[in-house]
């Protein structure tokens, strides 16, 4: 059985794809192959090029740079989609960020600085890009981001990262409960180990990352592509009656306390 989505006629704006292997650019190709209209929003002209690379022979298509904790340039940015889109249907946050120092040493040692740099970019800026988005969106519209394990249980080398992930998940709910009557919905997908960018920032990454297939309900790791499935239901009127959860895509890894033998 094979379903075809046509989101023709929607739109989407994605922050944060920063290459080819961004979770955010999983999420965004399959908006466009289903006809959406997509702009998307970068961190620094270094990542314009790579941004540009992924969009070439692409149709509605549309990038601006904006740093998420500017209040500036999510302001010009929102402007930028009411004067492409006119309205929007669908908002991704793929944003996160720790200084590596804090991931590297002990948790009992973040320093304020850090503490606030890794919740500010990784959780308050969906609130911020939310409220941004509020006036824009369609009802039947829909918000996702991006979270992972850690949240929920002590991943070595992962430490403020971890909480930030905590607080993304409290504050979907949250917003989901704020958004609910204008018929927004707000989810945040909790994705396994993925060799992304990100994941380069995260201090032995490839034993975690190993360790993650090895104890998987499945028995592997789950893929880019199945986090782009995911998000594409959860976007589209699939998942009309699905709002304020963390919903997972590791092929089982979180449910396991150690591998079957």
């Not at 075809?4 to 961004?22: C, E, H, P, Q, Y």
């Not at 999510?74 to 930028?80: E, G, I, S, V, Y």
């Not at 790791?221 to 699905?242: I, M, N, Q, R």
Request: net charge negative.
């Amino acid at each position: 059985m094979s379903l075809t989505i046509d989101l023709s006629g929607k739109t989407a704006l994605v922050m944060g794809v920063a290459n080819a292997r961004s979770l955010g650019w999983a999420i965004a190709e399959p908006l466009l192959q289903a006809g959406c209209r997509v702009g998307f929003s970068y961190q620094g002209e270094r990542l314009k090029g790579e941004l540009d690379k992924l969009l070439v022979g692409r149709e509605g298509v549309w990038t601006q740079q904006a740093d998420a904790t500017s209040e500036d340039d999510l302001t010009a940015l929102f402007a930028r989609v009411r004067e492409e889109f006119g309205h929007l249907d669908y908002l991704v946050h793929s944003i996160a960020y720790a200084p590596r120092p804090a991931m590297e040493g002990r948790f009992i040692a973040t320093t304020p600085e850090d503490w606030n740099t890794a919740l500010n970019v990784s959780a308050y800026t969906l609130v911020s890009a939310a409220r941004h988005a509020e006036g824009l969106l369609r009802p039947g519209g829909s918000i996702v981001s991006l979270t992972y394990h850690a949240s929920q249980q002590v991943v070595p080398k992962y430490n403020v990262m971890g909480v930030a992930k905590a607080a993304l998940e409290a504050a979907t709910r949250y917003l989901a409960a704020d958004l609910g009557k204008a018929d927004v919905r707000v989810n945040t997908i909790s994705a396994g180990a993925m060799r992304t960018v990100a994941a380069r920032s995260i201090p032995g990454f490839s034993g975690l990352y190993d360790e993650a297939g090895r104890r998987a309900a499945l028995g592997r790791h789950a893929t880019p592509e199945e986090v782009g499935k995911l998000a594409l239901f959860l976007l589209s009127d699939l998942g009309s009656g699905v709002t304020g959860q963390t919903v997972y895509v590791d092929a089982g890894a979180n449910i396991m306390t150690m591998p079957l033998e």
